[in-house]
């Protein structure tokens, strides 16, 4: 079996054949208008992506783990209660049209990343060989495939920008976060520099006090908790990752990386939001998950 060692993730737009398909179906099942740069990453790793999504698929269409990130969400929303607000639209100068298309950027992130964070947590834990999920054999409801309807496509501002502030800050970023790419939502906020370069000027205080970090790890360790309860097994075998990365460590520090760092999106996201919406309503879900009308037999795809 061929082995890989391509750690440059693959945009969606570069990806073909089977990690085309796998990124159709991600996007399908996670409901999202785009791929996240955590599965981009994984692709990088040639065979390691049709391992963990097939790992991970039986559970991501299930009203069980829709159920997890959302109790995770609201987690969050919770844990920002305490903390000082970095009220950034106050402070920059938005049109209406920038400002809807803004909101509704945040929306699509802050139902994002509390469905990755279960499912990286998820790949942590047993890359480092724990037992996770269950073993249902009940039949279990699952959710509509595909983005909903009210959810604003997913752009990006390039990966290198022309602007020389924005590629400044995307290498100190990729180097602090340690990850591979700028995380998402810090590329579409890219495409207003004005507002981003504020976010990151009033969230930075807030970043480094105490309640912050101790909701970081709070976030984490229900993460690990919701991963751990999923209906399905996930099963990543240690000899199976060996036989398709060179590599076992450092796809399983990378992928320690994305969940520290969506651990701190999914309060960086809330924090932002809070212009515009009180916590409490950020407790609910953007975009509530319609039951498929079809249920099969648990571990059954249709």
């Not at 990453?41 to 299930?62: H, Q």
């Not at 269950?134 to 496509?153: C, F, Q, V, Y």
């Not at 939502?185 to 969230?203: M, N, Q």
Request: a neutral charge.
């Amino acid at each position: 079996m061929a082995i890989f060692n391509k750690t440059k993730p693959i945009p969606e737009q570069e990806s073909a054949g089977e990690t085309e398909r796998i990124y159709h179906e991600i996007r399908q099942t996670l409901r999202s208008t785009g791929v996240p740069q955590l599965f981009c990453s994984w692709a990088g790793y040639g065979k390691f992506l049709p391992l963990v999504w097939s790992a991970l698929r039986p559970n991501a269409e299930t009203r069980l783990y829709e159920e997890a990130s959302d109790r995770l969400r609201a987690e969050g929303a919770r844990l920002i209660k305490p903390m000082e607000k970095p009220d950034v639209s106050a402070h920059v100068r938005l049109g209406e049209s920038q400002t809807y298309h803004l909101r509704a950027s945040l929306d699509l992130y802050h139902y994002l990343y509390p469905k990755l964070l279960v499912l990286t947590s998820a790949v942590q834990r047993a890359l480092a060989g724990e037992r996770i999920g269950k073993e249902e054999n009940r039949e279990l409801e699952r959710i509509e495939r595909g983005a909903p309807a009210g959810m604003i496509a997913m752009e990006l501002a390039p990966e290198e920008p022309q602007d020389p502030r924005l590629r400044a800050l995307f290498e100190e970023i990729k180097k602090t976060s340690k990850l591979p790419s700028v995380v998402m939502e810090i590329r579409t906020l890219a495409l207003w520099p004005d507002y981003l370069f504020e976010a990151r000027k009033r969230l930075m205080p807030i970043i480094v006090g105490p309640e912050y970090k101790q909701a970081e790890e709070r976030l984490k360790q229900t993460a690990r908790k919701e991963a751990g309860n999923l209906p399905y097994p996930v099963s990543i075998p240690r000899e199976k990752v060996k036989g398709v990365v060179s590599d076992v460590g450092e796809i399983t520090t990378l992928t320690s990386d994305f969940e520290r760092a969506y651990a701190r999106c999914i309060l960086n996201i809330a924090l932002l939001q809070c212009d515009w919406r009180d916590p409490d309503a950020l407790a609910s879900s953007p975009f509530p998950a319609p039951s498929r009308r079809q249920v099969v037999a648990a571990g059954g795809m249709a």
